[in-house]
């Protein structure tokens, strides 16, 4: 038996470290750049590289990512065990399961800090309309954009102070009329996939050989992990 690593998302970076220091987890970690899931093909390329550059000594990988745009489809094992979430993107990750993901609906729209500092949102890409255009044409565009979703939510986690995310995140709240809500984080599927508790239909376990498929992010999509 050899030893276990970690690739993981960047913008799960500040929850990961809060619950490997709470377990006093030292496996190495290897992180790939936040903002690649708006380029699934490029996210892909990524973990697998990092995941070509592991030494010999590590057996399974860790994969703290959800499928996220089918950006995980293709990847293949190699010689090692990979283990990941089974839920569809990163969101079931922050709130604990992809049963009180679904219990917001599909017209709330989610942050949290690491998710506002280095993914693609609606707040940069605010940003970027009003460098552009303008603030009146910018908020056309982002009302436009934004026309499906009826609330914003501030997960807590724990792993960051809520209070400057939910005014960050009120500023163009406010200019779009949607209230901003706080959800309740649950960090579990981490622990659990730190700790090996790897329940069937809670984790995707892929053996030496194996593939991530396209019928598995189907699968996930929607599943109802508990």
């Given at each position: 038996m050899r030893g276990s690593v970690i690739v993981a998302c960047e913008t799960l970076k500040e929850e990961l470290e809060l619950v490997m220091g709470r377990m006093a987890c030292s496996y190495p970690v290897f992180w790939a750049e936040s903002g690649l899931h708006s380029r699934p093909e490029?996210?892909?390329?990524?973990?697998?590289?990092?995941?070509?550059?592991?030494?010999?000594?590590?057996?399974t990988v860790l994969l703290l990512f959800g499928f996220c745009g089918n950006s995980l489809v293709g990847l293949?094992?190699?010689e090692r065990t990979?283990?990941?979430?089974?839920?569809?993107?990163?969101?079931?990750?922050?709130l604990?399961?992809?049963?009180?993901?679904?219990?917001?609906?599909?017209?709330?729209?989610?942050?949290?800090?690491g998710y506002l500092r280095g993914e693609k949102?609606?707040?940069?890409?605010?940003?970027?309309?009003?460098?552009?255009?303008?603030?009146?044409?910018?908020?056309?565009?982002?009302?436009?954009i934004m026309e499906h979703y009826r609330r914003f939510a501030v997960i807590d986690t724990g792993a960051f102070d809520v209070e400057p995310v939910e005014r960050e995140v009120g500023k163009v709240a406010g200019l779009l009329g949607i209230p901003v809500i706080r959800a309740e984080?649950?960090?579990?599927?981490?622990?659990?996939?730190?700790?090996?508790?790897?329940a069937?239909?809670?984790?995707m376990v892929i053996a030496p050989g194996g593939s991530i498929t396209f019928e598995d992010s189907l699968k996930a999509g929607s599943s109802q992990i508990l």
């Amino acid at each position: 038996m050899r030893g276990s690593v970690i690739v993981a998302c960047e913008t799960l970076k500040e929850e990961l470290e809060l619950v490997m220091g709470r377990m006093a987890c030292s496996y190495p970690v290897f992180w790939a750049e936040s903002g690649l899931h708006s380029r699934p093909e490029k996210l892909r390329v990524r973990i697998a590289e990092l995941i070509g550059e592991l030494g010999t000594e590590f057996d399974t990988v860790l994969l703290l990512f959800g499928f996220c745009g089918n950006s995980l489809v293709g990847l293949t094992s190699g010689e090692r065990t990979l283990v990941m979430p089974f839920v569809p993107d990163c969101i079931p990750i922050f709130l604990g399961s992809n049963e009180k993901r679904m219990q917001y609906g599909i017209d709330t729209y989610f942050f949290t800090r690491g998710y506002l500092r280095g993914e693609k949102n609606v707040m940069n890409e605010h940003g970027y309309y009003v460098r552009r255009y303008g603030k009146e044409r910018a908020l056309k565009f982002t009302k436009m954009i934004m026309e499906h979703y009826r609330r914003f939510a501030v997960i807590d986690t724990g792993a960051f102070d809520v209070e400057p995310v939910e005014r960050e995140v009120g500023k163009v709240a406010g200019l779009l009329g949607i209230p901003v809500i706080r959800a309740e984080g649950d960090l579990g599927i981490i622990e659990d996939l730190l700790s090996g508790n790897w329940a069937p239909g809670r984790f995707m376990v892929i053996a030496p050989g194996g593939s991530i498929t396209f019928e598995d992010s189907l699968k996930a999509g929607s599943s109802q992990i508990l």
